[in-house]
């Protein structure tokens, strides 16, 4: 099986992640905020962001996460779809947008293929991963 | 309408009237966007000292995805140069603009106190701000997106004005997103003669395109091309800036810094230092071959006083240049010296100095046009070293600014593509003209 691997240390905030994604998506349009991957920025840093599965419930905890020599908030780099985040959400209807892979079309999904900066790259993993 | 979204916004500041207009399709054809565009569309509204207003103009391709396609240009009337100045806004300003569904945005009157404007989807409201006086253009931005949610503000793109440009001044120039946007020096003040602290916008607006599945190939084939010569290309790039000899820029860009690149650019030039911007090559040649500043500490000290206070790096040093020359004939009473840090900051404090008049006004008033000319042409050549190996690098460079695209999409990218691109973006062709 397949995953996106991310390394946000590449990641130069171009965003051709999110244009790959909405035009994969929308077919004849781009439209960033109805990306299935999102740029976050947190601390000065960019992290692509897949979104993930929807919960019909926030977080009522507060979860810091550490990378290297930083810590960060990981509600900013959560992939869940939840109430309290406004991304991963089609603008108009606020329905969920969840990734679907693109329907694995190797050697990658329309992120993947975008992104010039090495950021996002697919990688097979065992099945039981 | 594809590619473009056809629609203008006009604000007038002076009542807060927002009105919504088409562009003619044959505007856009003939000025695809950047510079051009906002020339022409300044021509056509008569754009003058008694009847200024500020010209918003994105390109065909900004937004699109195609490399390099985030810039937008801005144009207005500045008064100390008697003519109408235009300067491209980087990272994501003009895409997030046409995400509000404008291409071209008209601001005209002037409001009754200080304030911002704030763009979504097909609507905009004059907000009043009369407590950001003399807010820096961090500052401003800080607030702005604190009034939102912080994922709704997090999307928000600003332009901004800092003290500099609230006042009768050469030398204000305009921010963007933290980062201070080149050769505006003056239209900052144009904000300021209109109250307008900054503009935001925010769109969730699709931008359509023609023959999208021809597009997204050729936007593969195009990155997938990049990526593997990615080495090669960047090689190449460092080779270019390494002949123009630059210590000054070599230490800068050294140690621990980050890339940031504009909206669907891979060549990421910009360079960032604990979430602040470093000067970019023309600024770093600017303060060292301009003002003389070799120590990297005054530098970045003399860069980050000008993003404090709004001050366009470019004209600062071409006006320091003018007085450094002015002053060793004896035509000037300035004292400063090259090199000098403290000198230049004392005289950018001193809000009567001379320095604030700006480069064009100096010329003028002490006759000295050739020697103005002479500073500009300096940057001017250094800038086109840059691509000295481009066959009919003048002619691709004036067409990738049209379609509001940066020049060094030019280093890593066939001029090619991107016409192939424009056509499937727009499902128009491309008719250059001379």
Redesign the interface.
Known sequence: MYRIKVDHTKC?????CE??CS??H?????????ARIRV??E???FFPVISGPCTEAACNIKIDIVIGDRTYDFCNLCRAVCPY???FKD??TETPLQCDFCGIDAPGP?CV??????ALVLEEVPAYY | MFGWQGKALRVNLSNGFVEEELISENLLENYVGGCRLAKEVARLEEVSAEKNKLIFASGALTGTGVPTGAFCSVAGYVSLQEDILCAPLLLRFGPELKCCGYDVLIIEGKAPEWCYLFITDEEAKVIPVAEMEGYTPAEIEEVIRSSFSKWYGNDIRIISIGKEGEQPSGLGGLVTDGLLVNYSGGLGNVFGEKRLKAIAVRGTLDIKLAKAAVFQKIITDAIKDFREKRNKLFETVHTVFARLELPLSREIHHGEIEKKACLACPIACLHQREGKFLPNFTVTFCFSELLEIENMEDALTLYDLCEKRGIDPVALSVTGRMLIELAKVGKADVTLTPGDTKQLVALIEDESSLLHKGGFWLAQHYQSETLLQDITKKIDTTREEIFAQIEEAGKKKAVLEALGLCPYALLAFPYDVIIKAFEAATGKALEVKE
């Open positions: 130069t905030g171009c965003r051709y244009l790959a035009l994969n929308l077919t004849t349009a781009l439209n960033p905020k109805k976050l920025r601390k000065d840093r985040k406004e991304v603008p108009k329309a293929k975008w992104c010039p900066s090495g």
